[in-house]
């Protein structure tokens, strides 16, 4: 398990998160990514060093309001670009997630009938696709009702095109703090 950072505040959020996960790099990490809402999701992912991710960021001038953040320890599918979080589905939901689906076979089973297409061997990608299908125009309803299908630990943030100024927190086992400040919030 290693770190998820998230931010929404009025100005350019890239360099806070990719500080974030400088500060969180001591836990040890085997690839690393950052995701952002403008004009949609877009996204960096590295499986080099968090450095390595932020000269890739400032070569794609990725910037945005609203992102999240992840340094990811493997637990299920190869430590590859991928697999790196943020995960999207639809280019419409990105997450990023720290623990373990126990229950994601099953997940990924009842979600590829519905039509989702997975990209990844993680268990963290059927977060993205479940949040995507309960989807209903409010991203914190979506998300309780996806954690009520999860068994296991973990601690996500995500966030939608749709509400570009939101980011969702959820944890259970693994430990989420939230910082509240002036015009900004974070989740770490
Ligand atoms: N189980 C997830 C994965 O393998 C998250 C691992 C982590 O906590 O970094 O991608």
């Excluded at 609203?66 to 419409?92: C, K, L, Q, V, Y």
């Excluded at 061997?121 to 991203?139: C, F, R």
Aim: glycine letters at 10%; aromatic letters at 6%.
């Amino acid at each position: 398990m290693c770190g998820i950072v998230g931010a929404v505040a009025s100005r350019n959020i890239v360099p806070v998160l990719v500080e974030g996960l400088r500060r969180l790099e001591y836990r040890g990490y085997d690839s690393c990514g950052v995701a952002v809402n403008r004009n949609g999701l877009e996204r960096a992912r590295s499986t080099t060093r968090v450095a390595d991710l932020a000269a890739q960021v400032e070569t794609d001038h990725l910037d945005g309001l609203t992102g999240i953040a992840h340094t990811r320890w493997a637990t299920h599918g190869a430590p590859s670009t991928d697999n790196a979080h943020p995960h999207f589905s639809r280019d419409e939901i990105a997450v990023v997630h720290n623990g373990i689906i126990e229950n994601y076979e099953e997940l990924r089973t009842e979600l590829k009938a519905a039509g989702y297409v997975f990209t990844s061997q993680t268990d963290t990608e059927v977060i993205a696709h479940l949040v995507h299908h309960l989807y209903k125009g409010d991203l914190l309803a979506a998300v309780k009702q996806a954690i009520a299908r999860f068994s296991g630990a973990y601690a996500i943030a995500v966030f939608t095109k749709s509400e570009p100024h939101r980011v969702v927190g959820a944890r259970f086992g693994s430990p989420l703090v939230a910082g509240l400040g002036n015009g900004e919030n974070f989740l770490a």
